[in-house]
């Protein structure tokens, strides 16, 4: 081959080359644009007079006066401080207890000695793949009948296990050498204490993870809050959200609607921004929507 | 003592594991074949399969059976297909990965209700405005409809449409790790073989992630099939009168909300779901199985 | 297939912004002549794989030119370098059969190089059989061992008929035994088939067992090429000197004064014509002489049997190499005076370096005796 048909090749494949680049960058843009979109609009709307909303035919895609005033009243014509006091508390008490009891069995799993542990280990596996629609039905009657509907225990008890947390937990725990715990037994060191002061320390990026994933999928919970609770002073956000949709501010007023929306995106959102790199690691080892 | 101590450990998960999923199961098929049980008297009159041919034959469920296939028909393969391009692209670049990768999972943390009303508002056609998604048909010359009480095909769009906007950050997370574990070699290789982008696709990288890709398509299936509260985010709380519920919907529906109150037939249509779930899911195990061969 | 890199340079950008660009391959130029086998050698981080991806154009230089033969091939693609690649993992697809990882470079082939069915399969076995597979065409990569994987990866890297092969550190995921006889095979294909062939190592005795040349580079910079004899015998510095030979070689701070060398006070050689200045000494193994009352006394630790030869392993201030290694013939006895053991020094092994750059210098007895 001459020199001339070798520097054809080279121009080639860099046009080719560059080509493909700005395809693959105009389409990760498109595609960017579609997730940030309802983004931008739920925060536009929400600064946009309720006049000034209603009388535009044909949205536009800027307000030239912001007005704050739809954030007074989605704090004020509904109680959406309520909604919010009453999700923290969901999700943090739910979370705590979680974590207690998934540590507890996770430890008992990992480096405890008992007749019957895999096969116990094997029967809590086959819970996974058990759909919570399938249970809820009894879970809705159960507490009915125990009275506990409108209850923060009623909304908090049925969340408080995680199979997949355990078998997170319990794999994390098998990876710290056995040597340690043989050598805290040595220096007469108690269970307990081991795993509040070897175990627990070391596993704090899978326990942290936990924590996170837990916390969104509480702050995002639906479909249970909405079964067990009909009294608002119960209502978690997502269901505050839909009440608001019903019936709240009169259907129309969007703005204020909307301004409710964003102030209930915020708190993930910003949890996100901070451990974005903790929660995709966490999502990406087994983690479902939902 | 000893031997009590690790039984001590796990009694709180027993207990909750014991009260809120092993008893419920159990229960849920006793449920599921008492005919005409009354929950006010907590009395009923026969055992047999009666819920389910009720289940069955209720135009409601079937209505909520074919929107949910025709959801997970429509979703699981466009939502793979689609996270699969995305995850290609963006380990094929070097600058804005990052940033990319953390605006693409943002829709995972957001409170699928919350969003899913701005969608409605996007889609929505009211008597003041018909709706940013209209205006822009209406530009490009289309006609245009409202999508959240308009016509089924409309109202299929938008629900399918935003199933995709949920579940995709997911999708994309596995993926573009799976492509990232794909060892740099197996590339060089074929690059110095000449081996074609296309080719490299199909022949090396495909099959290299198949098992990530399958287990996609098995949790999208489930998932997909799982589907409600995106429909109340979009439609409201009463599915049926919109004509878009979901199996899950019908669940709900039978057990509370609008008519409820029977868990019999919400039992039953539970199961049913299940079933479908696992056979769909046995079939994708088995299909995954004789591909990997 | 003869390759020359002419001022060859790659530079990587700093990984923080204010610090200094990475330096892998610095100012290159060396010759591979036609149908050799040259081992690239040096310990890791050397820059000797990106040499290696240079070659074949999976990376593109910084500056300089790549021929081959009397192609300027410096911004080709590599598929249309004709080069054969072999990697340390092997990259083999692990979907495919051994037959469909050998045929799928042919498969890649467009236009008026397109082969039929029959010719792919030909050409297949033949590269099987080159390296003795042919039994094995039906198996997943996973069912065999890892040197039938190397052998159906250096069979993909030949079916083309490539004009370079390069072979990127192809036997350190083999265990020793494996590796010995590795070795040998490659020897025997390379000489086959004729091709010219790069081959990568971090191990020397690797490299000097089977290259006709060795390229010895450290920090991106080529150190000496040559014959692998001529390279161990006559070192151009104390880091060519250090890295070839095993045991290593022993190193001494010493002085040369009058035509002298000296260690530790002790005058061990004549070394005439050099000025007088600090040095590095370096003693090889085999350099050492048992002798009572030889020049160069030091302080035995121990005496290893090794059957064919002895080791006597021994201590002095001055040696900078950590404990003094000699190899001597199992004949000799070894008997410590006072804890003390003495030897005479062979010219041919002991080299002498610049304090300062640390080349060698030469001098007249040592060439007496080569």
């Keep these: 081959m001459t020199n001339t048909g070798y520097d054809k090749i080279q121009k080639k494949s860099q046009r080719s080359d560059r080509t493909r680049k700005i395809v693959t960058y105009i389409g990760l843009v498109f595609w960017a644009f579609i997730v940030l979109f309802p983004f931008y609009w739920m925060i536009l709307t929400s600064v946009k007079t309720y006049s000034s909303y209603n009388s535009e035919y044909i949205p536009k895609f800027f307000t030239l006066s912001p007005t704050l005033q739809n954030y007074v009243d989605a704090f004020t014509a509904v109680p959406l401080a309520q909604y919010f006091l009453n999700t923290l508390i969901f999700a943090v008490i739910t979370t705590a207890a979680m974590l207690i009891v998934i540590i507890l069995s996770a430890f008992a799993f990992a480096r405890l000695e008992f007749k019957g542990r895999n096969a116990l280990f094997s029967f809590f596996l086959s819970l996974m793949m058990i759909p919570n629609e399938l249970v809820i039905i009894t879970n809705f009657v159960t507490i009915t009948n125990l009275g506990l509907r409108n209850t923060f225990t009623g909304l908090i008890l049925p969340s408080i296990t995680s199979v997949f947390y355990i078998y997170l937990l319990k794999e994390n725990f098998e990876q710290i050498p056995n040597e340690l715990y043989k050598a805290a037994k040595v220096d007469g060191t108690s269970d307990l204490k081991y795993l509040f002061k070897v175990m627990i320390p070391i596993s704090q990026p899978t326990i942290v993870t936990i924590t996170i994933l837990k916390v969104i999928e509480c702050w995002n919970s639906y479909v249970w809050p909405r079964l067990i609770t009909d009294n608002e002073a119960y209502f978690l956000v997502s269901n505050g959200i839909q009440a608001i949709r019903e019936n709240g501010f009169g259907r129309e007023n969007i703005p204020a609607m909307m301004a409710a929306v964003v102030v209930i995106s915020v708190p993930l959102v910003i949890l996100f921004l901070i451990f974005h790199k903790k929660i995709m690691a966490g999502v990406s080892r087994g983690g479902t929507k939902g | ?293 | 297939m003869k390759v020359i890199l002419e001022h060859l340079t790659k530079r990587y950008p700093s990984r923080d912004k204010n610090g200094k660009d990475v330096i892998a391959v610095n100012d290159f130029n060396f010759e591979i002549p036609d149908g050799k086998l040259i081992g690239l050698l040096g310990p890791s981080g050397c820059g000797k794989s990106t040499t290696l991806n240079l070659i074949s154009g999976l990376e593109s230089p910084t500056e300089g030119k790549i021929w081959f033969g009397e192609d300027d091939v410096t911004d080709l693609p590599p598929e249309h370098r004709g080069v054969g690649l072999v990697f340390q993992s092997y990259a083999l697809y692990p979907h495919m059969t051994v037959r469909q990882n050998i045929m799928f470079p042919l498969q890649n082939l467009k236009g008026k190089d397109k082969l039929s069915k029959e010719a792919m399969n030909q050409k297949a076995e033949e590269a099987a059989r080159l390296v003795q597979i042919e039994r094995l065409m039906e198996r997943k990569p996973r069912e065999m061992s890892g040197g039938q994987q190397q052998r159906v990866a250096i069979a993909r890297a030949l079916v083309k008929m490539p004009r370079i092969l390069l072979l990127d550190e192809p036997l350190s995921n083999l265990d020793a035994r494996l590796r010995l006889q590795t070795r040998e095979e490659i020897r025997r294909i390379q000489k086959n088939t004729g091709i010219t062939t790069v081959f990568v190592t971090h191990d020397q005795e690797e490299a000097m067992s089977i290259s006709d040349e060795i390229v010895v580079m450290e920090s991106g910079i080529l150190q000496q090429i040559g014959n692998p004899q001529h390279v161990y015998d006559e070192p151009v510095n104390l880091f060519v000197a250090k890295f070839l030979g095993t045991p290593a070689i022993n190193v001494f701070e010493g002085e040369v004064k009058g035509g002298r060398l000296f260690i530790g006070g002790q005058d061990v050689l004549a070394v005439s014509g050099v000025e007088d200045q600090p040095v590095s000494v370096g003693i090889r193994p085999e350099g050492f002489i048992l002798s009572e009352d030889g020049p160069f006394r030091t302080k035995l630790v121990q005496v290893e049997v090794m059957g064919r030869d002895t080791s006597v392993v021994s201590e002095h201030p001055d040696c900078v190499s950590g404990l003094i290694r000699s190899i001597i013939s199992a004949e000799n006895r070894v008997e410590a005076k006072d804890g003390n053991v003495a030897f005479e020094l062979k010219p041919a092994k002991v080299h002498i370096f610049r304090k300062d750059s640390g080349v060698r210098i030469p001098y007249p007895e040592q060439e007496r005796h080569v």
Excluded: H
């Design chain 2, 1 to 293: 003592m000893r031997k009590l101590r690790p039984w001590l450990y796990l009694l709180p998960a027993i207990a909750f594991l014991g009260v809120f999923m092993v008893y419920p199961l159990i229960d849920v098929m006793i449920y599921s074949m008492e005919e005409g049980y009354n929950s006010a008297s907590q009395t009923y009159f026969g055992v047999g399969l009666y819920n389910f041919r009720y289940v069955l034959r209720d135009p409601y469920f079937i209505q909520a059976l074919k929107n949910t296939f025709i959801l997970v028909i429509i979703t699981v393969p466009l939502s793979t297909g689609i996270g699969l391009l995305i995850a290609v692209a963006l380990n094929s670049i070097q600058k804005l990965k990052d940033l990319f990768q953390t605006i693409f999972f943002l829709p995972y943390v957001t409170n699928t209700l919350a969003v899913g009303l701005v969608f409605m508002i996007l889609f929505k056609k009211t008597a003041y405005s018909d709706g940013l998604i209209n205006v822009l048909i209406q530009t490009f010359g289309g006609t245009g409809v409202d999508f959240i009480d308009g016509p089924y095909w409309a109202k299929m769009f938008v629900l399918c449409f935003y199933t995709v906007w949920v579940v995709l950050p997911f999708k994309i997370l596995i993926l573009t790790s799976a492509l990232a574990s794909v060892n740099e070699d197996y590339y060089k290789a074929a690059k110095i073989d000449g081996t074609s982008r296309w080719r490299i696709f199909w022949k090396i990288t495909l099959p290299m992630i198949s098992p990530m890709i399958f287990y996609l398509i098995i949790t999208g299936f489930i998932g997909a099939f799982k589907a409600y509260s995106d429909a109340v985010a979009l439609f409201g709380t009463d599915l049926n009168a919109a004509g878009m519920n979901t199996i899950v919907g019908y669940v709900y529906d039978m057990l509370y909300g609008n008519g409820g109150g029977y868990p019999s037939y919400a039992s039953a249509a539970a199961l049913i779901l299940f079933a479908i779930v696992m056979t769909i899911t046995c079939i994708n195990l088995l299909i995954s199985e004789k591909t990997n061969v």
